[in-house]
């Protein structure tokens, strides 16, 4: 079975400073990975997803992250957070194969301040 | 609003009533999941339907708690009985395909309450 690990369970970080939430995986098979951001009292919002190919994955507002398969990580970075960046990630893992839900990490809060 | 909608968003039971979600996913959608969160936990897979079928339900507790997703009408999970510990948010997502490799689209949440 597979499981995610959120490293940090909050990272507090000043407004136009660079930002790195870690998530490290384990899986006995090929998987796919996820980030997702969860603004207060909303759902869930797809930032960026790795299935195949390039293991830097560019996603929305400025994220990317980079699969690392040796070290079973897929951390999220950006440049220079802004205050509206404040909310919960989710990392996210699925194998792929045909049929199986996304199991989400406990989650990491980014406080941005001024 | 082509999202996922769920409903009620915040529902309030007393200990031994029932609690019935619903879940509309993004039109044209046939896979819907539901989700827990509690605080400081994340999010945890309850199960996984298709159209009048269960895909996968590993993370169901085996008793009191149920899922549908008829032919028509939304998806609906069941809680019977309940009990303080219920108490959490409950997260629908829906896909067009196998969720695998492609977007979930997560509703707002039902916040339940037991008192």
């Known amino acids: 079975a597979q499981s995610v690990t959120q490293l940090d369970s909050q990272v507090p970080v000043f407004e136009e400073a660079p930002v790195e939430l870690r998530c490290n995986y384990s899986s006995s098979v090929s998987v796919y990975l996820f980030w997702y951001v969860q603004y207060p009292n909303q759902g869930l919002q797809l930032l960026l997803k790795y299935l195949s190919g390039s293991t830097l994955v560019k996603g929305i507002n400025g994220f990317e992250a980079e699969f690392n398969k040796s070290q079973t990580s897929f951390h999220l970075r950006k440049p220079s957070v802004h205050i509206s960046d404040t909310a919960e990630y989710f990392c996210?893992?699925?194998?792929?194969?045909?049929?199986?839900?996304?199991?989400f990490g406990k989650g990491t809060t980014l406080s941005v301040s001024s | 609003n082509a999202g996922v909608m769920q409903n009620p968003r915040h529902l309030v039971r007393r200990r031994g009533q029932e609690a019935r979600l619903r879940c509309s996913p993004v039109?044209?959608?046939?896979?819907v999941y539901w989700y827990r969160q509690l605080p400081e936990e994340g999010l945890k897979f309850m199960v996984y339907?298709?159209?009048?079928?269960?895909?996968?339900e590993s993370g169901m507790p085996k008793e009191r708690f149920s899922a549908e997703f008829p032919k028509e009408g939304p998806s609906i999970l069941r809680i019977q009985q309940v009990v303080r510990g219920d108490s959490a948010a409950y997260f629908c997502?829906?896909?067009?395909?196998?969720?695998?490799?492609?977007?979930?689209?997560f509703g707002e949440g039902s916040r339940l309450t037991v008192l």
């Open positions: 039109k044209g959608h046939s896979h």
């Open positions: 997502a829906s896909s067009q395909g196998q969720t695998n490799t492609g977007e979930l689209f």
């Open positions: 339907l298709q159209k009048e079928n269960i895909i996968d």
């Open positions: 996210a893992v699925s194998h792929n194969q045909a049929g199986t839900a996304l199991i």
